[in-house]
């Protein structure tokens, strides 16, 4: 029966979570799908050799990438791994999906093998049932990006370290070392994980705690150093850049400034919506419960393990406060605690009825558990629904379809050689996934002419062309601005636009 529920709660994630895999990169949860994809296509297009596994994310020109297009902000495993898939299946939505959905299932299965391991296979279903029905886990559960993969290595890591201590069989403990070390090259994430887990041990009298302690921030300095030393290989200024990123990431700058306030309101309302109420009062509740039970060794591993993984998102959240204010799911890591603690009080609701109702028939509680189990699945689904936000390119406040960007995308690389930059007055905020189709640099947000006639008097040496889009008040002033050349009026999507190619002589001569 209990297998039987489990294959249903994973079946009823996995459903959500593939339900719109080949939907385009036309949503804001959707900038790190289409970054990580280009980064993967130009190492397709340019060779692996040539870009050594490197990122060019934001690298939208033609070839041989230059030295300033690489992107060196993270690690290289997730990009890579969207290589792989792109050559096995082909460059497709689905199939960059394909690795941050494999890897939220995983953390299901995985989270179950580890609570079941401390605290009984039943309990086990109630926190991966909680798991598949936060709206965090739902919502970014298929973002290409860093955090679904690193919480399925942290799990798996913890369940590993679980079997060792419970076995003795160095396997384990084998497996241990290698999630740690696969997670360090794919985000920062792992290496807070290593930092937590490294000041806990060394706290701790057991002198086989330190010993792996010393290991696993060996691990994540020898890695840090290595990657460090290869991004300035690639390119001189990656250290600096890195280093005002980081400057950057713990408060706010010129482009996001807040005060302390509005960044506690910000975050406190983004994690309330991220896990409901009914996340959030589970977890409280089931925090009271673990510790009051910490004196058993199931509640008290399992508390520790959640512990960790909380105090690491805290200091993710906490410490990178310009991070936190701008990507909400920078929570994410969040989920592990909050579906075990909440998964604990609806195990305990269910004993607790069981006990006080001597006359329920056999599976009662089962069956009273299963049904706050679907409701919360179903409160759960509609709040992940209500967070999609489309990424508009035109009307912020018009629908658009889905096919627009890729439309738009296609007209301007079928429109444009390589090498030009297109101008447009349309994307009002900046986002990778309209260059991601059209494969040109694009300078977006133009919406007068004294913008345009200024980036083309700045053009003389690089081939520009524009679109423009007519649905805008001040498109005609920008087309009667545009030096002489060819002007060739298209409808995408029921939008009127105007491709406009200059002619071969340089602007600059043009224009004076």
């Known amino acids: 029966m209990r297998w039987l529920l489990l294959g249903a709660i994973l079946f009823a994630f996995g459903a959500f979570l593939v339900k719109d895999i080949k939907r385009p990169w036309v949503e804001y949860i959707d900038f790190n799908g289409a970054v990580w994809s280009q980064a993967a296509h130009n190492i397709l297009r340019a060779g692996l050799i040539e870009t050594q596994g490197a990122s060019a994310a934001f690298y939208f020109g033609p070839l041989p990438i230059p030295r300033s297009g690489y992107y060196l902000h993270h690690p290289p495993l997730l990009h890579l791994g969207v290589t792989a898939v792109f050559v096995l299946f082909g460059e497709h939505e689905w199939a960059a999906r394909m690795i941050p ?198 509640f008290a591993w399992i508390g520790w393990a959640s512990l960790m993984v909380f105090v690491m998102d805290a200091i993710f959240v906490g410490v990178f406060q310009n991070d936190s204010y701008i990507h909400e799911y920078i929570a994410y890591y969040f989920v592990v605690p909050a579906a075990v603690l909440a998964g604990i009080v609806l195990n305990e609701t269910v004993v607790w009825a069981e006990n006080a109702v001597k006359t329920l028939p056999r599976g009662a509680g089962n069956l ?80 007068d002419a004294g913008q345009w006639k200024h980036i083309l008097l700045d053009s003389s040496k690089k081939e520009v062309g524009g679109i423009v889009w007519m649905g805008d008040e001040d498109a005609p002033a920008i087309l009667s601005g545009l030096p002489p050349g060819k002007k060739e009026f298209v409808r995408i999507e029921d939008e009127n636009f105007c491709v406009w190619k200059p002619q071969p002589a340089r602007v600059q001569a043009r224009l004076h």
């Open 101 to 298: 959905i494999a890897c939220s299932l995983a953390s299901a299965v995985l989270l179950w093998l580890l609570v079941s391991s401390c605290l009984g296979p039943r309990a086990a279903l109630f926190c991966t049932a909680m798991f598949a029905s936060l709206p965090m886990t739902l919502y970014y559960g298929t973002m290409v990006n860093f955090e679904p993969v690193v919480l399925s290595l942290m799990l798996l890591a913890l369940l590993s370290l679980r079997y060792w201590e419970q076995t003795g069989r160095g396997v384990w403990k084998t497996v241990f070392y290698a999630s740690i070390l696969t997670g360090l090259w794919v985000d920062w994430g792992m290496h807070l994980f290593c930092l937590v887990l490294f000041v806990w041990w060394m706290a701790r009298p057991s002198r086989e705690g330190r010993r792996m302690a010393w290991w696993i921030l060996a691990m994540a300095l020898v890695s840090s150093a290595v990657y460090l030393i290869h991004t300035k290989l690639m390119r001189p200024d990656a250290l600096q850049d890195l280093q005002e990123q980081f400057v950057m990431r713990v408060t706010s700058d010129e482009k996001c400034r807040f005060t302390a306030w509005q960044w506690v309101c910000k975050v406190t309302g983004s994690i309330a919506r991220h896990y409901m109420p009914t996340g959030l009062i589970g977890a409280a509740l089931g925090g009271v419960i673990a510790y009051r039970r910490r004196k058993e060794e199931g």
């Open 368 to 447: 009273l558990g299963a049904s706050l189990v679907l409701v919360l699945a179903l409160l759960g689904q509609t709040r992940a629904n209500a967070l999609r936000l489309s990424f508009n390119i035109l009307d912020l406040k018009k629908p658009e379809p889905e096919t627009l960007i890729p439309n738009v995308g296609e007209v301007i690389q079928k429109s444009f050689s390589p090498e030009t930059r297109v101008l447009c007055n349309f994307m009002p905020y900046y986002s990778p996934q309209l260059e991601y189709y059209a494969e040109r640099e694009v300078a977006a947000n133009l919406g």
